[in-house]
C-alpha cells in the first residue's frame, strides 16, 4: 500500500515477518495483534464485517488497535475473500489461515499457534475480539504494560459484575454459589466477581508455543468498564448493540480535513436541462448545511470535480461561492492529485475524510482515516469505504457522513480529556 491510514511503529524486521528467523541474542520485541475473523459465523452470516454503526464490526477494533501505537503489526486471520478486503482497508495484514484450522471445530489457540509458525519474530501476541466494538487504544496501552514493564505472561480483559449465582443440583432445585442467602451483602460491602469479557487477551511467544495456552505462567487481569464489556456474540440485537457502540465506542483521533466528491455525492450524478438550453444540477439543502458544520467545526472541505466532466467544470465558481469551500479539478488518477494537497498541509492519511461514490477513488477510500460511500455506491466503491451512509448520494448523504465526522471529534475528545484525568489521577 503506497501508506498506512493510521500510524504503526515502524518495523524494522518485517523481512522475518516473511519466514526468516533471527537469533535470540539479536531480537528484539515484537509484540502483534491478532484478530481471528473466520468467515463461517453460523448465527450472523459474515458477522465480522456486518455493518455496525454504518463501521464494519472488525474497523472498530482494528482502528482501536493501530491508533494504540502499541502494535509492531496489526494483523487479521481469516479464511475469506471479503474479509481479507475489509482488513486490508482498514491497515491490517492479512494471515490467511489453513483449512485445518478453519474448521467449525478448530480452537482459537490452533490458529493463533499457526500465526506464530509462520512469523517466527512476533513474541508477544495479543488475541483481540472482533466482536468487542467498544474497545479503546487505552484498554491495549495499560493492558501490555503488564507485561512489558511488570514481567507478566499473559494478561486478558476482565469486566466486575456484582451478581449472585445459583447452581441448579437438579432439575427445579437449586442452591446458592458465592452467597449465604441469610447474610446477603450490600453491593457497596461487596467487591463482586470478575468474568472475563472477551475483548482481548495478551501471551507471550513461549506461552503459546511451549505450554500451549493462552492464559498460564504469570497471570493477571485488566479489569474493563461495564460499559465498555459489549460482546457481539451475546448482544446479538444489533439495533441495541449500534447504540451501544455509537455511545461508547472508539471513534478515532478526529480529522481535519475533508475531501467530497461533487459527482454522485454532493449530487445525484444528473444533469438537467432547462427550456433556456443551460445545464443545472441539484444539491439538496441538508448536504449544503452538513458541510457548514464541519467547517464550523473547524474541518476544511474541498470538494472534487473531475477533469472530464465538462458541465460541473463550467460550474466551479459558482461552486466555490455557494458552497464557501475549495473547488478541486482531479485527473485519472485522483490519488496523486489528492495526495499532493495532503502532503502540502503535512497531514497524515489518518487526519484526512473522504467521500467518494466511484471505483476511481478507491485508493483515497482506502487511505483515509475516515471514508465514506453513499447508500447507492457501487460495489467496487464500497469495499475500500469505512463507512456506508443511510442516505443516496444528492439526497442527504453528505450530512450523513459529516454527522458521522463530528460524533468521532466528539467522542476523540472526551477520551482524550478522560486520559488526561486518568494520568493525573495516577
Known amino acids: 500500500m503506497a501508506a498506512r491510514k493510521r500510524s504503526l511503529p515502524e518495523n524494522k524486521d518485517n523481512d522475518v515477518l516473511d519466514g526468516t528467523c533471527c537469533s535470540k541474542k539479536h531480537c528484539r520485541r515484537h509484540v502483534a495483534a491478532l484478530i481471528l475473523a473466520r468467515g463461517g459465523s453460523k448465527g ?50 492479512v494471515h490467511r489461515r489453513s483449512k485445518e484450522v478453519s474448521k467449525d471445530c478448530s480452537t482459537s489457540l490452533e490458529t493463533i499457534q499457526e ?11 495479543c488475541n483481540i475480539q472482533a466482536t468487542s466494538p467498544c474497545l479503546h487504544p487505552s484498554h491495549l496501552q ?14 486478558f480483559s476482565v469486566v466486575r459484575r456484582h451478581q449472585f449465582r445459583w447452581k441448579e443440583v437438579k432439575k427445579g432445585c437449586t442452591q446458592p454459589e458465592n452467597l449465604d442467602p441469610g447474610k446477603r451483602p450490600r453491593r457497596q460491602d461487596w467487591d463482586g466477581e470478575l468474568y472475563e469479557n472477551g475483548s482481548f487477551y495478551f501471551a507471550t511467544r513461549d506461552l503459546i508455543m511451549k505450554k500451549k495456552r493462552l492464559q498460564g505462567g504469570r497471570v ?91 458541465v460541473l467544470k463550467q460550474m466551479l465558481d459558482k461552486l466555490k461561492k455557494i458552497m464557501g469551500c475549495e473547488v478541486m479539478l482531479v485527473g485519472d488518477e485522483p490519488l496523486k492529485d489528492v495526495q499532493s494537497v495532503v502532503a502540502k498541509k503535512k497531514l497524515d492519511w489518518k487526519d484526512v475524510a473522504f467521500m467518494g461514490s466511484d471505483a476511481a477513488y ?17 460495489p467496487n466503491a464500497a469495499q475500500a469505504a469505512k463507512y456506508t451512509c443511510s442516505h443516496n448520494g444528492g439526497a442527504g448523504a453528505v450530512r450523513d457522513f459529516a454527522e458521522h465526522i463530528l460524533l468521532q471529534k466528539e467522542q476523540a475528545k472526551a477520551q482524550m480529556k478522560q486520559d488526561r484525568i486518568d494520568r493525573n489521577c495516577f
Open 115 to 125: 500465526f506464530l509458525k509462520k512469523n517466527p519474530n512476533v513474541t508477544v501476541v
Open 142 to 155: 495499560k493492558a501490555l504494560k503488564k507485561i512489558t514493564r511488570d514481567g507478566y505472561d499473559s494478561v
Open 220 to 310: 493477571t487481569y485488566f479489569e474493563m468498564e461495564p460499559q465498555h464489556s459489549v460482546d457481539i456474540d451475546v448482544d446479538i440485537d444489533w439495533p441495541v448493540a449500534e447504540q451501544r457502540v455509537l455511545r461508547y465506542g472508539y471513534f478515532g483521533r478526529g480529522v481535519s480535513l475533508m475531501f467530497c466528491e461533487v459527482s454522485g455525492c454532493l449530487t445525484d450524478g444528473r444533469v438537467f436541462l432547462s427550456v433556456s438550453g443551460e445545464d443545472t444540477i441539484s444539491i439538496h439543502s441538508r448536504d449544503t448545511a452538513g458541510l457548514r458544520m464541519l467547517q464550523k467545526d473547524d474541518v476544511e472541505v474541498v470538494l472534487l470535480i473531475s477533469e472530464v466532466d465538462v
Open 44 to 93: 450472523i452470516p459474515l458477522k465480522n464485517i456486518k455493518l455496525l454503526a454504518g463501521v464494519p464490526l472488525i474497523g472498530w477494533v482494528l482502528r482501536a488497535a493501530i491508533d494504540s501505537g502499541t502494535f509492531d503489526s496489526v494483523w487479521v486471520s481469516t479464511d475469506h475473500d471479503e474479509i481479507e478486503k475489509v482488513a486490508k482497508s482498514w491497515g491490517a495484514k
Open 362 to 378: 478507491s485508493s483515497c477510500l482506502n487511505l483515509a482515516g475516515l471514508s465514506a460511500i453513499p447508500a447507492d455506491a457501487p
